[in-house]
């Protein structure tokens, strides 16, 4: 047996960079493993912590307090994708890190990530990287209908995006998204948006969930419902790319590849997630080995578990004052109600979720 | 609203005596709805510790740590029965305490609780108290078959128990127990063994999980199957069995009745656990509302939830050394593995457990 192919045993303690609550979930999942978790994370009292062994307090670049925390875990993991490869790199020299910071970079660049895309056989939307003002109008020429203009790096949820209609001036918009790095992606007119979780072990084996459908309102998923309305090739399509990228990136956890159907029935991936994803939350509920504990089994090299579902379901996000009807969702039978233990409410924060399960096949 | 019935708000901090693994189950339920656990243990490094928000390492006795303890809370509940009841009336002096702890001693105490059982109308074996060597003759004259003789307290998993054929010494075997109070209790020729987990919220309401077939090794819980293969009148009566006895303790929180089934069709009770119990784990993995989540709903004075199971299951104990065959049953699919954190393995320790799911109405 390899090195990277030994098992991370139960009672070890894995690394969570990231504190909301995917780590949460994450940690959660470990715990009936039999693994301790250790949560590295700036904000005070970080959801994630109040589940964990250990939480260390502290900024991503503060490298003493990464290199502390390298020293008292097994593996180092992620709970989102945003600001961390550098720490991810530096955690990389001094203990496991899955997925590797190579995933992670990749993924939080979009023009990297839709060269990736291309590489592996993975369609996408027309794309062309917005590196100044010329190539804003370059690129705006080359795809002229229907567009978004959006930053490289570190928008999610919807933030750091401009629609442009034809006619909208493009030198422009990039100059509001502060003149950063930036790519240009023709709009699809989608009939539905799906998204694949699936999980990659140590030892190259992938397991994949059921292709969801997604809805979002203002950038934000909004629910999800497992398993998708598509067409059997459509979803084996999607299935395909999502593990294509995986097997790319040579991937090791869970990652969510978000995509659209076109009203023609083409896959085009949108977006690589290289963590668990919203809309995999279903599978708490609906599988036996949710993509949480999927994620856990990956990091730590178990073998993955079996990702069929036992039941089909729909997620429901609660964003910011919808939290405010959990009196009334708890009563629901059927319902499993998520809160995510935060305590400030603040518009378009995920606060929590629901998932109404039925039985399987129900859903179509 | 009166004040017994008002919520406790997720965000709140739960309170939880005792920091094995059923609290530590209890705390990953509290979490998924949000609430904040303290876990009070005198154990280092308590299985619930390192899934809770916080930790006291102190002893049952020790009434200023209590006293701090409550004041940091919101509801008090418990995981285990024998040795809290001071402390539960106590603390329930400065804060709910969920269940009462009339309920506590109740189940504590045998002969108490097979004198509860008898007022409440659920059959149980013949019995008799046995508080010194005369009584113990003349129990045995009236209970003259196979029986056991089990100290009042304190026994569990087997403990403090001696069977006696015909012949044997009955006043020994009270002095091998240690002279302490104890109970006669004539064998049973059962059928099988079945145990019914009943919630009862704060306005009394019920909601009860399918009866669960036991089999026990050792006097340990080895195997529970739900749903028993009992006839439907058996079933019902164990159902109403166990909500007698919630609703005869003013009982909020999950307790299970364990009965015996006999030969000819009778339900015999024989144990009360009031806590969550070893013969309700199955639910986390059968059912959208586990025994843990109904536990917390009941002391946070949340609606219960559908105890309806969406799986059939089989449960099995890992004691002791069987944590071993970790590797192969994570390599199981359709087995959920459930560790508990425990570092060191003793034989008869319960380390974790397995649920086995299979599609519903499949195992009868």
């Known amino acids: 047996m390899s090195a990277a192919s030994a098992i991370i045993a139960p009672g070890s303690t894995i690394g969570i960079l990231g504190g909301g609550q995917l780590g949460r979930m994450t940690a959660l999942a470990a715990a009936v493993l039999g693994y301790r978790c250790h949560i590295f994370a700036p904000d005070l009292d970080p959801p994630a912590g109040q589940v964990a062994a250990t939480t260390t307090r502290a900024a991503y670049d503060d490298f003493d307090a990464l290199a502390r925390f390298a020293d008292s875990v097994s593996v180092v993991t992620f709970e989102f994708e945003n600001v961390a490869v550098a720490a991810a790199e530096f955690l990389a020299g001094r203990v496991p890190v899955r997925p590797n910071s190579g995933a992670l970079a990749t993924a939080s660049d979009r023009l990297r990530e839709k060269r990736f895309l291309d590489r592996v056989g993975v369609a996408t939307t027309a794309y062309a990287g917005v590196a100044g003002a010329a190539e804003a109008v370059a690129a705006r020429a080359a795809i002229p209908g229907p567009a978004i203009l959006k930053t490289n790096r570190e928008g999610y949820d919807g933030k750091g995006q401009i629609r ?147 039941s089909d379901a729909i997620m429901e996000n609660l964003i910011g004052d919808q939290i405010e009807r959990f009196p009334a969702l708890v009563r629901e039978p059927e319902t499993r109600v998520h809160l995510y233990g935060k305590t400030a409410v603040r518009a378009g924060r995920k606060m929590g979720h629901v998932t109404r399960v039925f039985a399987r096949g129900s859903l179509g």
């Open 164 to 310: 442009l209609a034809p006619g909208d001036d493009v030198a422009a918009a990039w100059r509001r998204l502060g003149t950063v790095d930036a790519i240009l992606e023709a709009m699809v007119d989608f009939a539905c948006e799906v998204s694949v979780v699936v999980a990659r072990g140590v030892d190259g084996g992938v397991a994949s969930y059921v292709p969801a459908e997604n809805t979002h309102v203002d950038g934000i998923l909004a629910t999800t419902r497992a398993p998708a309305r598509i067409a059997p090739a459509v979803a084996a399509e999607a299935t395909r790319a999502a593990r294509a990228v995986a097997d790319g990136l040579d991937y090791v956890g869970v990652l969510a590849l978000e995509m659209f159907v076109t009203r023609d029935g083409r896959v085009l991936a949108n977006e690589i997630a290289p963590r668990p994803h919203n809309s995999g939350h279903w599978t708490i509920d609906g599988c036996i080995v949710s993509q949480f504990e999927q994620h856990v089994r990956a990091v730590c090299g178990l073998p993955l578990g079996d990702p069929e579902r036992h």
